[in-house]
């Protein structure tokens, strides 16, 4: 039993929360990631440069689908080379021209169509190449030779590699876990946000907007109020005439507030 509140944020220094998901704790983190993102665009109107992510989120689906947006995806990727003794798929060159991959002993790999799929190309060694290898030991036991698979979007994941060694992929990911990663924490220290209070989903959503307002509107206040830094029933209060106000000017617009009460609240 549990949830995962997932923030969409702006990086500028005000650190405004754009949207907020709550899903049940068996969805994967990286599943809702592309229809916030896309909702935050088409809501607030944005064409955003770059997002960032940690690593849950760079999965092959989303990097591609963000990278095909022409948005770059600061995320890291899995790291291969931690996760086998063998050469990993990283030491080996891809020549896009012959569409070969070269290996770290200078053999060729080449395609092979009938072990591909439609998500998933295959290269192969020779296995004579790789009999005769002094590196075999570290690059396979297979007696048919070491192959490798290429994704369709491998051109994407490479341009995100790409970014890596920028200043500018090392600074969005600083700012992240600098600037984002702590409205969490504001939100577990000072808003309740470890246990919610209400049940079904709907409505766990729901109150998860409210603190996110909450938490938007402290920094409203903030910057609207300069140095005073105001104590907590100022900030409720503050809260409720904005929500007020908001709600006034809605029913006005759609000429459902009643006249008398609007004469009332200008007087
Ligand atoms: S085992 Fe085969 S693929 Fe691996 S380094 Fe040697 S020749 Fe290349």
């Not at 969805?27 to 896309?38: A, E, G, R, S, Y």
């Not at 798929?89 to 591909?116: N, T």
């Not at 190309?121 to 570290?138: F, I, M, S, T």
């Not at 609207?224 to 029913?251: K, V």
Request: charged letters at 30%; aromatic letters at 10%; proline letters at 5%.
């Amino acid at each position: 039993m549990g949830y995962h509140t997932h923030y969409v944020v702006d990086g500028g220094k005000a650190r405004i929360i754009l949207n907020v998901l709550v899903t049940p704790s068996e969805v994967m983190d990286n599943q809702p990631m592309l229809d916030l993102l896309w909702r935050t665009r088409f809501r607030w109107k944005l064409w955003p440069r770059h997002v960032t992510g940690d690593r849950k989120y760079g999965t092959e689906a989303n990097i591609a689908a963000i990278e095909r947006e022409h948005i770059h995806a600061y995320i890291p990727l899995p790291d291969h080379d931690h996760r086998t003794e063998f050469f990993s798929p990283e030491r080996f060159r891809y020549d896009a021209w012959r569409d070969i991959y070269i290996c770290p002993a200078g053999k060729e790999l080449h395609f092979v169509q009938g072990q591909s799929t439609d998500r998933q190309r295959r290269y192969r060694a020779y296995v004579k190449d790789c009999n005769a290898c002094p590196l075999k030991a570290q690059c396979t036991t297979n007696k048919q030779g070491r192959s490798l698979c290429r994704s369709v979007d491998e051109e994407y994941l490479d341009r995100v590699r790409a970014y890596q060694p920028t200043e500018a992929y090392k600074k969005a990911l600083r700012k992240r876990s600098v600037w984002v990663e702590p409205l969490f924490a504001e939100g577990k220290d000072w808003h309740g946000m470890r246990r919610l209070r209400l049940r079904e989903l709907k409505r766990v959503n729901c109150e998860a907007l409210m603190r996110a307002a909450g938490q938007n509107l402290k920094r409203l206040l903030k910057k609207r109020g300069g140095r005073h830094r105001p104590g907590p029933a100022e900030a409720i209060s503050a809260f409720f005439l904005a929500a007020f106000d908001w709600l006034a000017h809605t029913l006005r617009r759609r000429g459902l507030f009643p006249s008398r009460l609007v004469q009332i609240t200008q007087e």
